[in-house]
């Protein structure tokens, strides 16, 4: 086994404070459309779902710009070739639906510059660059609807927007189960866990395993 750098400080700091912004605006969510799970007056659940809306939004371009501006972006472009890409990708999913009840071999090997499979890079990359932007931004117009009223006007009114904002959130509420659950589907189940925590994984040893350079970043 090599242990490796797989998730740099900034990165695991990210993640965590984005994980627990999310749920937190979930549950200031449904509170605001319900009001069910807390005792706290409208106003306030109200006033702190936008507050942790700003602080996951600020976050979110801190995330931005470490991918854009710094060598870590090729964890998810590791090589921009569409047709083995896809290839990859199909070995996944057959490794994941038949495979790994097998006991197969994960056909992925981690490292600290690919340290995604082919459908986490692609999932991620749909999540992060369209779901969120596009969560974040209708969480703004419904924020100030007359700063952004052409917003309003040309998607066709408030409810139309407000309906944009509850489908997606109902796709982050699918979201961050099966993201919890595919998580355990390492050697152990706290394995990838203790690695979003730490930092280090432990791979195979094996050509495409050899550690990146320290820090990651």
Known sequence: MTRIYVHPAPVRLWHWLNALGFVALIVTGLQIRYGVLLTLSFRTVVDAHNAIGFVLIANYFVWLLFYLFTDRITVYHPELNPARHYRNMLRQVVYYGYGIFKGHPNPHVVSAYRKFNPLQSMSY???????????????????????????????????????????????????????????TLGRSAGEHIRAMLTGYEEVDDGPDAAPGPAGGS
């Open 125 to 183: 990359q749909i999540i992060m660059l369209v779901l969120v932007p596009l969560q974040f931004y209708s969480g703004l117009v419904l924020w100030d609807l007359q700063r952004f009223a052409g917003t309003v006007e040309a998607l066709g009114g408030a409810r139309v927007v407000d309906t944009i904002h509850v489908v997606l959130c109902i796709v982050f509420v699918v979201f961050i189960p099966v993201h919890v659950y595919l998580t």
